[in-house]
């Protein structure tokens, strides 16, 4: 049976302050949607009101780039989470900049948050993220406590594994789970952000994983309220989860339920291949008319089952020309 597809991940902004080794090719220069190429809250909000709610989709998650750089964010917050169909709001954010903003963010209705955490490690951390000046990993931290002092819930560590360089921190980034209520998301290395990056340092497959922990704690069956792929397990004991996602190893293409909304109007029926996107942002500055957006995208969300099929038939990364952070991730 297809899943429903209801949940859109919308990229606020194609740029982000970090240049994480798995998202962007390393010693390229990114071509960034131009400022007056990227939709408007207005142009955002009559796409959400007039297309996407009306073609089903009640679940968003705001994502970069860096969402958090986004002009008035906290304001863009508020008029989705305040929306009657939205059934859930969600972001992704790398976290630098959360700690100032949690609060505002929490009382203008956001509810959860996902946080990039690929190393426990400040050294490694920096390293992850290509930054090369003073340490950033303190105040992605403080921008943790600051969601979880606030009340976010559940509140997701987001790891992408990489041998060679933070594999050997999955014990220790799974033992965040046990204490605190937070739920640590192990992620299989895609090719998608650097090919030649994976070419060198390949992937470790989840179960791999679960079978580190299993020798150190034990694992059980866990859960945890989201829309996501991640197969969830708990410490026992533990007051947290993790989860394991396995693009890779462990194809979940037929459980696809999203679609992505690049910054530059997009809309992308799948993360790993481009078939059949929409240029909604030139239709509707051209005039298009808005039912006529809404056949479109149900057209499309109606032709996704058969993508999602043949997806994971192939067990290919399909065809794409932009890397995660221009996507959307």
């Not at 895609?190 to 079978?211: C, K, T, Y």
């Not at 034990?218 to 996602?245: C, S």
């Amino acid at each position: 049976m297809s899943p429903v597809i209801d949940y859109l991940r919308i990229s606020l902004i194609d740029r982000c302050n970090f240049r994480c080794q798995y998202c962007m090719p390393e010693g390229e220069d990114l071509q960034y949607a131009l400022q007056q190429d990227v939709l408007t809250n207005d142009e955002l909000m009559t796409l959400l009101t007039q297309v996407f709610i009306p073609a089903g989709f009640t679940r968003f998650r705001l994502t970069g780039g860096e969402p958090l750089l986004r002009p008035g964010v906290v304001d863009l917050v508020g008029a989705i989470a305040s929306l009657p169909d939205t059934q859930d709001l969600a972001l992704t954010t790398n976290a630098f900049l959360l700690a100032d903003l949690a609060e505002d963010l929490y009382q203008a209705g956001l509810r959860r948050v996902n946080i990039s955490l690929d190393s426990l490690t400040p050294e490694i951390f920096d390293q992850i993220i290509g930054n090369r000046g003073r340490s950033r990993w303190q105040q992605v931290w403080d921008g943790i406590l600051a969601a979880h002092r606030v009340g976010f819930s559940p509140l997701k560590l987001n790891v992408v594994v990489i041998p060679g360089l933070n594999d050997h921190e999955v014990l220790d980034l799974a033992a965040l789970s046990i204490d605190r209520d937070w739920h640590v998301r192990f992620i299989e290395f895609m090719p998608i952000g650097n090919g030649d990056l994976f070419q060198h340092r390949g992937w470790v497959a989840s179960e791999e994983l679960r079978q580190r922990i299993r020798d150190r704690w034990g694992l059980t069956d866990g859960a945890v309220r989201g829309n996501g792929p991640a197969d969830i397990f708990q410490i026992p004991g533990a007051k947290g989860t993790l989860g394991f996602i396995s693009q890779m190893s462990e194809c979940f293409c037929d459980r696809c339920n999203r679609m992505r909304l690049s910054a530059d109007g997009w809309l992308r029926p799948c993360l790993l291949n481009e078939t059949g996107q929409l240029d909604l942002r030139t239709a509707l500055r051209e005039g298009v008319p808005l039912a006529h957006l809404r056949d479109q995208v149900q057209a499309l969300v109606d032709y996704k089952p058969e993508i999602n099929y043949k997806q994971r038939e192939s067990g290919t990364t399909g065809r794409y020309s932009r890397t995660m952070s221009q996507i959307g991730g």
